[in-house]
């Protein structure tokens, strides 16, 4: 059985490896193009595109995700299922490019800047929560998918 410390540690690299290979995927090149721009042998970005995560330290796949320019945060909470590695989506353009996903981008810009610094806060705070939330939901819903795929084999 893995602690709670454990678990929330082996949450972030997982998330945070997660990120990195996504990143790797929107720069639209092989493996080991991805890993000479990263700084890391193509066998290390194959294990991080793969999962294949349990060797490297959240230290490592941190440094990784500075030099890709990743501005990730990390969050912790209560329990294991709480942690996770978020991207800020300002530095990570949409898929689709929508004019809504931008409208609401601007909006949510000039909101902010008639916000003073403590209400910022408190509201990337709940924001935080919120996303903390669905990640959680988001797990969850994957665990289930895998039980039933596992059930009908």
Same mark, same amino acid.
């Given at each position: 059985m893995l602690t709670p410390e454990i678990a929330t540690i082996q949450a972030l690299r997982s998330d945070v490896?997660?990120?990195?290979?996504?990143?790797?995927?929107?720069?639209?090149?092989?493996?080991?193009?991805?890993?000479?721009?990263?700084? /890391?042998?193509?066998?290390?970005?194959s294990? !991080? /595109?793969? +999962?294949?995560?349990?060797?490297?330290?959240?230290?490592?796949?941190?440094?990784?995700?500075?030099?890709? +320019?990743?501005? !990730?945060?990390?969050?912790?909470?209560?329990?294991?299922?709480?942690?996770?590695?978020? /991207?800020?989506?300002?530095? /990570?353009?949409?898929?689709?490019?929508?004019?809504?996903?931008?409208?609401?981008?601007?909006s949510m810009l000039q909101s902010a800047r008639g916000m003073t610094t403590t209400e910022r806060v408190e509201a990337f705070l709940e924001h935080s929560q919120l996303v903390a939330a669905l990640h959680t939901a988001g797990r969850a819903a994957e665990t289930e998918r895998a039980r039933q795929m596992h059930g009908r084999r």
């Open positions: 490896a997660l990120q990195i290979a996504r990143c790797a995927q929107r720069l639209g090149v092989n493996q080991l193009a991805a890993a000479k721009r990263l700084g /890391v042998p193509q066998p290390t970005m294990k !991080i /595109v793969n +999962g294949h995560i349990s060797d490297f330290s959240l230290e490592f796949l941190i440094r990784i995700a500075v030099r890709a +320019g990743l501005p !990730i945060a990390l969050q912790t909470g209560r329990r294991p299922e709480e942690a996770g590695a978020f /991207v800020s989506r300002k530095h /990570v353009p949409s898929a689709d490019g929508s004019r809504l996903a931008q409208g609401a981008r601007e």
